[in-house]
């Protein structure tokens, strides 16, 4: 169902934009007789009543001395003549119009200088294809009905073959339409049954879940990407996903594991259940400390966010444990440095942990008892 026109664009805010943004002002004293266009997001986000906080600028020449001449720093890409800069603190991607072709689906594209019309038809979506001269701000740059589409709030796709240049485009649009609460455009969503995101490279797509992942909206933007066929969750997928960011959330959760590295073990097949045997308590803190010191960061936050509790008591307790007493103490009480060393300690950690045993005094003689006992077996056998 397409969402009621929305009037709230604002056309003469990317105009009030240019003229107040002094990385603008900067770009146009460096860019001599080249014409500079904001392009992208920035423009969608302006219109809607946003401030962006980064920059898209097109220019109809070469990219590299201009980045250079702005930021002795820059990282210029030569292949698609694109460069990052910053600009008093403020970070602006610098691109030459250009032109693009595919040599199969899902390749990088093969690109070509071109006009600023040419520029904008080879973009993703129509809301992403709108220009602003920054020499003359008020004239915006349509030409494929991105500001219409934006009082619509649709995501239309620039031509039917869209999604089969570039299949991450379809989790792109899923990501936009999460964060703006837009719809899908009726033919654009006739063209997802098709989407090939296997034409993709491994790190194209961990890069476009990568952004889905970072966004506050990013299980809506799962949801839709799941419904559309686009990945397979298991059928608790979605709440598992909400559960996890929320337990990264917490202070004492927080940056255990990447957000995308729950949204990967989630959509893997090989990942998604290696967890579960995590869920339920191993039967005393120093066996559980076992467990999960031989797991991977994300398996344990998946548990926790699946109900296992006891992996809080683990995180803020039981891992930070240290011991009173060291392998010198046992050492110096008669224990030969050998394996029996590691079998006193790990005894003074089980003590510690599963009894509650405090004090040098204490863990020392657990330690001693265990290597008593671990020699008195040896000379049985």
């Not at 940056?255 to 967890?275: H, K, N, Q, Y």
């Amino acid at each position: 169902m397409t969402s009621p026109p929305d009037t709230s664009i604002d056309r003469s805010a990317p105009a009030r934009l240019v003229r107040g943004d002094s990385a603008l002002a900067a770009l146009r004293a460096q860019a001599g007789g080249s014409r500079l266009y904001l392009v992208g997001g920035s423009v969608r986000d302006a219109l809607l009543g946003g401030h962006p906080l980064d920059l898209d600028v097109v220019i109809d020449g070469p990219v590299a001395e201009l980045a250079r001449g702005l930021d002795d720093r820059a990282v210029v890409h030569e292949r698609f003549d694109t460069a990052e800069v910053s600009i008093g603190g403020r970070t602006v991607d610098l691109a030459r119009a250009r032109s693009e072709t595919y040599r199969r689906p899902g390749a990088l594209p093969d690109v070509e200088p071109a006009g600023i019309e040419t520029d904008l038809a080879r973009r993703d979506f129509t809301i992403n294809a709108i220009a602003v001269p920054i020499e003359d701000p008020e004239n915006l740059i349509d030409p494929c009905g991105g500001i219409e589409d934006l009082e619509r709030r649709v995501i239309r796709v620039m031509h039917p073959r869209s999604f089969a240049d570039d299949p991450t485009r379809a989790l792109r649009a899923a990501r936009y339409a999460a964060r703006l609460g837009f719809d899908i455009d009726h033919r654009t969503a006739d063209l997802l049954p098709d989407v090939d995101l296997a034409a993709v490279s491994p790190q194209r797509l961990s890069a476009e879940l990568a952004l889905i992942a970072g966004e506050p909206t990013a299980v809506e933007a799962v949801r839709l990407a799941s419904a559309w066929g686009l990945i397979e969750l298991p059928d608790d997928g979605l709440s598992l996903l909400a559960a996890a960011f929320e337990t990264l959330a917490t202070p004492e959760w927080e940056g255990f594991c990447g957000r995308i590295d729950v949204l990967e073990a989630l959509t893997s097949p090989l990942a998604r259940d290696r967890w579960k045997d995590l869920v339920e308590f191993p039967g005393s803190p120093s066996l559980a400390t076992e467990a999960a010191s031989r797991r991977e960061p994300v398996d344990l936050v998946l548990a926790r966010s699946a109900g296992a509790e006891w992996l809080d008591s683990w995180i803020s307790e039981w891992r930070e444990l240290r011991l009173e007493v060291s392998g010198n103490d046992l050492v110096e009480a008669g224990v030969p440095r050998s394996e029996l060393v590691g079998v006193g300690l790990d005894a003074a950690r089980r003590a510690a942990l599963d009894r509650g045993v405090t004090g040098r005094e204490g863990q020392l003689a657990a330690a001693l008892d265990a290597v008593a006992a671990a020699g008195d077996r040896s000379q049985e056998v």
